[in-house]
């Protein structure tokens, strides 16, 4: 034990340490006066007899007073105080007796209770220095320790240590002081392989955590209630269900000390919990006579877990029924919890109700729930009239109701409240900075955006995932090469998922296909797992060079992972192989998907639409509705459009009035678009500027009537096309109108009106307009390039361009040239 020799064995009496000498005259007002022993003579059992029952009654500084009036205090009486203040919470007075007994005169001698009792205090304060003094005194005192001085060393070490933060970078084989303590003991008991057990799950270390209990069973010795409780954890955490199975069995053979432990019961719920078999917890529970609080919470808490959400409000809502079953505020977050995730705005107020009734006193976990729970089915209002309400509020609070704000598109209203939060004195950290970078990406303000960088840098805030926000928001915001410099900077090995995830996302935002591919194939090499995110993202890089091989090797990793079936995987494939022009494949993801929703349904109708199937479309459209499926406004978008692209305008134009109809979904810019276009694509062009014309300050949009002008050019509706023209020249003020001039110029083109042509393009020249530049990929070898009008980026484009002039003289020479038009 000569490891703890290094530390400091004096240990300083705080100044603050009141002085309990009854002769210090300076004291103002005592409570009480205790006169000194008649005799000497006095039995140390009665002594000792009336300090223990101060202390059982509350009241160990009335002890700690007493105490202060014995000349020779023995080790007992000394060991009655120390015990006395930890009994009743008070760990730092126990360890200030100590270190004041310590440094005095009286020559008191420790024994073994007194160096275990304070190290429990030192336990229970986290105070690893003063253990490692007191350490060092035991030492040089106690030349044969006992099992209680090795157990409460252990425990010590193990508490105080689990207390570090940089507990999972640390060396074992050199820095373990638990392990070196339990390798000085001679002989241990089940205590001593118990915290060795729970030292090792602390620590992460499950396997050996496992090892060490089978080796203690190996021995023979008899595990107590606290031997499974404390290896549970590791099963769970190295996924071993068979196992943890058996363990099980034999806690059950070890007979009803165990099986009718209610901490035991707990523990094996969680574990199940954790290992994803639920109904194995649930017979563990029924199994349960008695069942207490923490039993109730464990159950409810694992069905949540396991998103089995109705399930747990189920098992709440019979906990609410059985009267001996109290409700603290752990069963409170769980259901909370369950009800945010369902999304369902009744129950949450049903909840919230109940809540109400059942708490004199609102915690501010509970208040900072439910704002997070009406948040999340959609009434942020009501979040915001609770967040108001609120008496107290801590950092949480602000950041629930920040965050609030931020998902449900209410950034404008997140930024002001981060300002009111900084008014009222409360700090930003990381969970602030995260709601502030999501805010900039949704508002695609590079302003915010560089500002919340800046305070990350000047106030030293790091946290997890933070490259990955950062990369996302510049890429938003149309800073892509800042997000690439950002994410090179970044350490190759330290990259976490969502950080490759971004900068994959950015650059097929971007349009740049060939490093989004580079940077996912640098991913893979790294031996960094893609997820559903990761597939998700990269797939849609496939649509411009309409590259069907490189998505079915993606496809091809989807099944190898596990994640084909994936909600957003799925919705990805059918997209990519709807644009690669392979509509039977997507038809075979869209069949072969076991869960359907409104994303999945939406993007196969988009899909057939697309491809000019509109019977199908419909089709799908109401076997969508009898699966009882509600659509949303996008699906009717993509039902519309198909409509549109298929000629069915009756069918179309029923669905549209039966959006508010039926489903009470008012009709936006896009819906007004898709009936526009789809009048004007089959010749109905005067019905639908009538259309357009009826709906009034709704239809003052670029694109409704951008979309009418393109009728006319269709259907060669030339007056109209002026008036819609004209309309269109008065909204310049609202957006870019490039391709409306070059849509009215083709117009007169193929009129043959050359003046107005010319007049059209002189306007464009002196507005300073340009037509956006086409783009062109081509696949070769492997290899995707890309191409635009005029492009001198192509590292080989002196040579293309020779080659198109020669290919051009060709021409000329066999009088084949192109017919130029006027």
Same mark, same amino acid.
């Given at each position: ?282 017979? /563990? #529970?029924?199994?349960?006579? +008695?069942?207490?609080?923490?039993? *109730? !919470? =464990? $159950? &409810?808490?694992?069905? @949540? %877990? ?79 009239? /609770? #967040?108001?309400?609120?008496? +107290?509020?801590?950092?949480?609070? *602000? !950041? =629930? $109701? &920040?965050?609030?704000? @931020? %998902? ?91 950080? *490759? !995830?971004? $900068? &994959?996302?950015?650059?097929? %935002? ?313």
């Amino acid at each position: 034990m000569a490891m703890a020799s290094t530390s400091s064995s004096s240990l300083p009496i705080p100044l603050s340490t009141p002085s309990h000498d009854p002769s210090n005259k300076t004291q103002k007002n005592p409570l009480f006066r205790i006169s000194p022993p008649p005799s000497p003579s006095l039995k140390t059992p009665s002594i000792r007899s009336r300090l223990s029952k101060l202390c059982q009654e509350g009241q160990p500084h009335v002890a700690r007073q007493l105490f202060d009036t014995f000349p020779r205090p023995t080790t007992v009486i000394c060991n009655t105080i120390i015990i006395g203040f930890i009994c009743n919470n008070l760990p730092l007075e126990a360890i200030l007796f100590y270190s004041k007994l310590k440094s005095s005169s009286l020559g008191t001698k420790f024994d073994s209770y007194t160096y275990s009792s304070t190290l429990k205090a030192c336990a229970e304060t986290r105070s690893l220095k003063i253990g490692r003094a007191i350490h060092c005194h035991l030492i040089r005192c106690l030349s044969n320790p006992s099992r209680i001085v090795y157990n409460s060393l252990l425990n010590m070490y193990s508490s105080c240590l689990s207390n570090v933060g940089c507990l999972s970078y640390l060396d074992y084989s050199k820095y373990d002081l638990v392990h070196k303590v339990f390798d000085t003991m001679r002989k241990r008991d089940v205590v001593a392989w118990n915290t060795m057990v729970s030292w090792y799950v602390k620590t992460e270390r499950y396997v050996e955590a496992i090892r060490l209990f089978r080796l203690v069973m190996k021995m023979g010795i008899k595990p107590s209630p606290v031997s499974f409780v404390n290896v549970f954890p590791a099963f769970s955490s190295v996924g071993d269900f068979k196992n943890a199975d058996v363990l099980y069995g034999m806690l059950v053979k070890m007979g009803s000390e165990y099986v009718n432990d209610l901490f035991v019961v707990s523990s094996v719920i969680f574990m199940f919990a954790e290992l994803g078999h639920i109904d194995f917890a649930r017979k /563990v #529970f029924d199994h349960c006579l +008695e069942k207490n609080t923490e039993i *109730w !919470n =464990t $159950m &409810i808490g694992g069905y @949540v %877990q396991n998103n089995l959400l109705i399930e747990g409000i189920d098992l709440f809502l019979k906990a609410v029924e059985t009267e001996q079953t109290v409700l603290d505020n752990v069963t409170f977050l769980s259901v909370l919890t369950a009800v945010s995730q369902l999304q369902c705005l009744d129950l949450a107020q049903q909840l919230h109700a109940f809540v109400i009734k059942n708490l004199a006193v609102f915690p501010l976990m509970i208040t900072n729930a439910i704002i997070v729970m009406y948040s999340r089915c959609n009434s942020v209002h009501t979040s915001f009239e /609770v #967040f108001e309400k609120m008496v +107290e509020r801590d950092v949480v609070s *602000w !950041n =629930t $109701m &920040i965050s609030a704000f @931020v %998902q449900n598109g209410m950034d404008d209203e997140g930024l002001m409240l981060v300002y009111e939060m900084q008014k009222q004195g409360f700090a930003i950290d990381s969970v602030t900075v995260t709601a502030l970078l999501s805010a900039a990406s949704n508002l695609r303000s590079q302003e915010i955006g560089k500002q919340t960088y800046a305070y990350l840098l000047r106030h030293g805030i790091q946290f997890e995932g933070m490259d990955g926000y950062l990369i996302d928001m510049y890429a938003k915001c149309g800073l892509i090469r800042l997000s690439q410099r950002i994410f090179e900077r970044s350490n190759v090995n330290n990259r976490d998922q969502a950080t *490759w !995830n971004a $900068m &994959i996302a950015g650059y097929t %935002q971007h349009g740049l296909v060939e490093e989004a591919f580079v940077t996912f194939r640098q991913m893979l090499e790294k031996n960094v797992m893609p997820n559903a995110v990761t597939l998700a993202t990269i797939l849609p890089a496939c649509n411009p060079v309409g590259n069907i091989d490189l998505g079915k090797q993606l496809h091809g990793v989807s099944i190898r992972l596990l994640l084909d079936k994936n909600i957003f995987v799925s919705t990805s494939l059918v997209d990519m192989y709807s644009k690669s022009g392979s509509i039977n494949y997507a038809e075979n993801v869209f069949t072969n998907l076991p869960d359907k929703n409104s994303v999945t349904y939406t993007t196969m109708i988009l899909a057939y639409g697309q491809h000019g199937m509109g019977e199908r479309a419909l089709s799908l459209f109401h076997s969508m509705k009898k699966s009882g499926i509600e659509p949303d406004a996008i699906t009717f978008i993509a039902v519309l459009s198909a409509c549109s692209h298929s000629g069915l305008v009756d069918e179309g134009l029923q669905i549209f009035e039966s959006m508010e109809k039926d489903f009470k979904i008012q009709p936006s810019t896009p819906h007004y678009c898709c009936v526009t276009d789809m009048l004007g694509r089959v010749g109905r062009v005067v019905e639908a500027y009538e259309f357009v014309k009826q709906l009034g300050e709704a239809g003052n949009v670029l694109e409704i009537w951008g979309s009418l002008l393109g009728a006319c050019r269709l259907h060669e509706h030339v007056e109209l096309g002026e008036v819609v023209a004209k309309k269109l020249l008065e909204m310049e003020k609202t957006g870019n109108i490039t391709g409306y001039h070059v849509l009215l110029s083709n117009i007169y083109a193929e009129e043959g009106n050359w003046v107005n042509v010319d007049k059209v393009r002189r306007e464009m020249r002196e507005k300073g307009l340009q037509k956006e530049v086409g783009s062109s990929w081509i696949d070769i070898g492997g290899s995707v390039a890309r191409f635009t009008s005029k492009d001198q980026d192509h590292p080989h484009s002196d040579k293309i361009y020779e080659m198109l002039t020669g290919l051009a003289m060709e021409m000329k020479k066999s009088d084949r040239s192109p017919p130029i038009n006027p």
